[in-house]
């Protein structure tokens, strides 16, 4: 296993890292992704111990805390071996408080987790989102003091936009506050949206990427095929898909999966691992969180690493998945001098 830099911070990790949202099936739209209790958990973990994957993703709401739960368990006479990865800011119970990155909604949602994941410190504390409504100098204070206190190792964000990021950087450093080492991204051969402004400014300010549903919630892997139905076990036929079906356009889509078809035939890997490993070689990607129900899928997944596609070979999924970017990006790649992209071979 190959472990990198998060971003400015000292901490390293994994290139691969396991998301654990499969835990629990607390709800309807989590059941869709999967319902793994504490026995099959443990061994999904012990798996991952023994490839090197050593971090493991969740949340507060996924599956109403059953994932952080269950994930505690699991890891079990386990926690000085192991880096945990947690999130707060979206809703969860009720009340006026109870959704937001205000300095009342964290330190509950904060202690919250400590509990369920039976550890007294989380790795890694993200922004699940960014909230427009509390102001930044409030969450970041907050976060800085949960550093203070040893119950928060690294601060990171989630689906913040370009200027998100940029404005919580500047306020960190303006106070001399812990700033966000890592952004938990989604990040896919079918949209590539990342490396128009995040991925740069990611190369800037030294912010680690954590890529979530690296497959395209699933679609990338292996079981989509051109003019055949969806398949029927899938998390977008269910209903669970954290990707929407109208960020993905189907003809470009069928062109990547034939594109990856081929390559998958050239290299003797699955559809998945080429997807996975033209990933590992982006800039600025630190770690792509791997998902699996089982654990074949999960052994499958992790042969992702450990060989490399080749440049021509890379060079192809780009033109295959390429698509016109929107203003300013389209303005500002007139002139590529002065606004050079990011380096990819």
Avoid at 78 to 107: M, Y
Avoid at 129 to 135: E, K, L, N, W
């Amino acid at each position: 296993m190959e472990y990198r830099q998060l971003g400015a911070s000292g901490l390293h990790v994994p290139v691969l890292s396991f998301g654990t949202a499969t835990f629990g099936g607390g709800n309807e739209f989590f059941k869709a992704w999967g319902s793994t209790q504490t026995d099959e958990a443990t061994r999904l973990v012990n798996l991952c111990l023994d490839a090197g994957v050593n971090l493991f993703d969740t949340a507060d709401v996924y599956s109403d805390g059953l994932s952080e739960t269950i994930l505690g368990k699991a890891l079990t006479g386990l926690r000085d071996k192991v880096l945990i990865s947690t999130k707060a800011t979206f809703t969860f119970g009720e009340g006026p408080n109870n959704q937001g990155s205000s300095r009342f909604h964290l330190l509950k949602q904060c202690e919250s987790s400590l509990k369920r994941l039976k550890t007294d410190y989380i790795d890694i504390y993200h922004m699940h989102g960014f909230d427009g409504v509390t102001p930044v100098e409030e969450t970041l204070r907050t976060l800085d003091d949960l550093v203070q206190s040893g119950k928060v190792r690294y601060i990171a964000c989630s689906n913040f936009s370009g200027w998100h990021l940029m404005k919580s950087l500047a306020v960190s450093e303006k106070y001399g506050w812990n700033r966000y080492v890592g952004h938990q991204v989604y990040y896919s051969l079918v949209n590539r949206e990342y490396e128009w402004e995040l991925m740069p400014l990611g190369i800037d300010q030294r912010v680690g990427g954590i890529i979530w549903s690296p497959l395209a919630a699933g679609r990338l892997g292996g079981k989509y095929r051109r003019n055949q139905p969806v398949p029927p076990d899938s998390r977008v036929a269910q209903g669970g898909s954290p990707v929407p079906a109208f960020a993905i356009p189907e003809a470009l889509f069928y062109t990547i999966i034939d594109t990856l078809d081929e390559l998958a035939t050239e290299t003797g890997k699955t559809v998945a691992q080429v997807a996975l490993n033209w990933l590992l070689q982006r800039p600025t990607v630190s770690t792509i969180v791997i998902g699996a129900r089982t654990e074949e899928q999960l052994k499958q997944n992790l042969a992702a690493v450990g060989w490399n596609l080749t440049t021509e070979q890379v060079k192809r999924l780009d033109a295959a998945s390429d698509v016109p970017t929107i203003y300013p990006y389209w303005h500002q790649r007139q002139n590529l001098t002065l606004n050079p992209p990011p380096k990819f071979y």
